[in-house]
């Protein structure tokens, strides 16, 4: 969650020096990003180095890891129904059994709000808003902007979401642009699913696995439940918050991308730890996560309409 706006600087005053650096700069795991032309590299090599450590008295593990971006992969999944925002990634999508003529809907991170992060606790429902979103095809071209007429629902608890609603409807996106709405997939994610990561922010695709789950990760005074931890490849930096986390195999989304490990800090902000049931932390430097979105497909009901209290949904409430 963290906003690169240092390095983005310090690319360009090489640039004006005439310096050509050796490697890309470090890159930040998730946030906005103001270096919207910079390229953040490529390639990725996993060094495990692990140092022991103490977190309020538990003893904790640090995993080092030396990652790049990976490159663009040609396949099922691309850039098409992704959104770019003015600080962020994110997507167009449908529940299971949206119908073409709901309005649609657009996910990103809680953090990505325009408002700014909602508090530990906070829960924001049914809010104005008139935020507009950068519409991509399958090769990252902008085909339209879309603007939003509500803000559904934003949070930082338990997960770190945002779902904002158009004021336009699924079928006429489809008929203007030929574009379709990524599904939410209704299931959770399994270890090992082949996954990927199309930023709309950067119209990069990354490409990797889910390596395991955070029982809890903590990142400064915020706590997400059951988080999606990344195998090494999937080197997010800063500007592919709110991207979509896609299973390569069925085309759905099991995941919102939203932050990392940037260098091996201890719970502390842009520095997440994984807690685990008996309260044991892990810092695992240079790894990335996301956040599981199949617990809002129980959430929403006919035309695409919020429902926190409807059976079966466990978002958080305000």
Known sequence: ?????????????????????????????????????????????????AVNG???????????????????????????????????SGSVVRMPDSAADDPALVLTN???????????????????SSRS????????????????DRLVYATMTDTDAAVYRLGTTYAQIKSAYGIDALTLADTRPAAGT???????????????AV??????????GWTFKDSVRYTPACNTIGGTSG???????????????????TDGGRCTMNNPCEVDENGAVTVRRGINYAQQTYPFTACFGPDG??????????????
């Open 1 to 49: 969650m963290r906003k690169p706006l240092v390095v983005a600087l310090c690319a360009l005053a090489l640039a004006a020096a005439g310096a050509t650096p050796a490697a890309a700069a470090a890159p930040t795991p998730t946030g906005a990003d103001t270096a919207t032309g910079a390229d953040a590299g490529a390639g990725s090599t996993a060094v495990p180095d």
């Open 54 to 88: 103490v977190v309020d008295g538990v003893v904790s593990t640090v995993t080092d890891t030396v990652a790049g971006l990976t490159a663009p992969r040609a396949g099922a999944v691309n850039l098409a129904g992704t959104v770019s925002l003015s600080n962020c």
């Open 110 to 128: 809680g953090h990505c709000l325009e408002s700014g992060f909602p508090g530990a606790g906070e829960v924001l429902v049914d809010r104005a």
């Open 133 to 148: 979103f950068g519409l991509l095809n399958a090769s990252g071209a902008k085909v339209a902007t879309l603007r939003a």
């Open 194 to 208: 082949a996954i990927s990561v199309p930023s709309g922010y950067w119209k990069r695709i990354y490409t990797c």
């Open 211 to 220: 390596d395991g789950f955070a029982y809890r990760l903590k990142e400064a």
């Open 243 to 261: 991207s979509p986390v896609v299973d390569d195999a069925t085309g759905k989304v099991v995941a919102v991308n939203n932050t990392g490990n």
């Open 305 to 318: 309409k919020l429902d926190l209290y409807a059976g079966g949904c466990t978002l958080p409430k305000p």
